[in-house]
Each structure stands twice: as C-alpha cells, then as structure tokens.
C-alpha cells in the first residue's frame, strides 16, 4: 500500500523518536504541477449594471497626503476649521447612512489633501475612518489611523446581492 514502508520501519527501529519522522512519509506531500490549475476572473459583480445582481459603486475615496503624516494632517485640519474631535463630524458630513462594502480601488485617483477644499478633505476622512478593509459601517466610531486614511476605496452598495 505504502511504497516507502520499509523505509518507515528502517527509520523507527533506529531513531529514538519515531513519531517526528513517522508523519513524514505516510501522508502524501503533493501532486504533481500537472494538477495544478490557476485561473484568473475576469468578470465582477460590483458596478455592473447589464447583470441580474445589481451592487451599485455609491462613491469611490483616496486622500493623497504627498509626505506628510495622515493623522496628525487631518487632525490639524480639524482644529482648522474649527472642530474639537473626529465625531462631530459625522453630524456635519456624514450623509452615508447604510453598511456598504469596502473594495480597494483600481483607479487609485486621490483628492490632493494640501490643494482640495477643507471641506472635502474631511468627508472623506471620515468615511475613511468609519471603514475597515472590506465594511463601511456608519454605527462605529471614526478611527484615523495612518492604514484608514492612506487607502483608496470604491464603496458599493449590496442590498440587491441578495434578490
């Protein structure tokens, strides 16, 4: 049954631990490449409207900081225009309401922070900081982190996923 079965028992009759290399040779360790398949998806159900599953893109982000340091860039505008946290943003900004899931963006087009509008700039950092790698979920408190505020992101919207 086993082709290296005598190897097994040569092996355990001179080592004082049998069981490490027992594992070694009775499972198999892999296929050939020949059974190997890689396949790449060329089709998305995001932002695809000709499709039966509708997940519309409901905005795409990305603040582009050049070299300076995200947070302490955002908090600075904060105080600027006259803010004293992150959550009293999301009353004046905050106009995404649902849970929506999160996708890096392919076009990676960012909102110059140092050029763009105040304004701008802190919408979008606060629904960079409501959302993770994969959720936007506008219950959870803003997080400004240099990993939020560094990724660009399209937002979509999957209530019809489910139809």
Known sequence: MYQDHQRIEMI???????????REYLFNMGGPMSRTR?????????????????????????????????VSTIEALLKAEGFSSP?????????LNKTYVCHLSLSRARLPVATSPPKLVLKQAVILGLCTATFFNPGRPILWTSASLTRCLDLYNMEDFYL
């Open 12 to 22: 355990q009759t001179h080592c004082r631990e049998p069981r490490i290399y027992e």
């Open 38 to 70: 890689t396949e790449k998806i060329h089709e998305s159900i995001l932002a695809n409207p000709h499709k039966p599953i509708k997940c519309p893109l409901v905005i795409s982000l990305g603040l582009d900081f050049k070299k300076k340091p995200p």
């Open 87 to 95: 959550e009293e943003l999301r009353a004046e900004y905050l106009t």
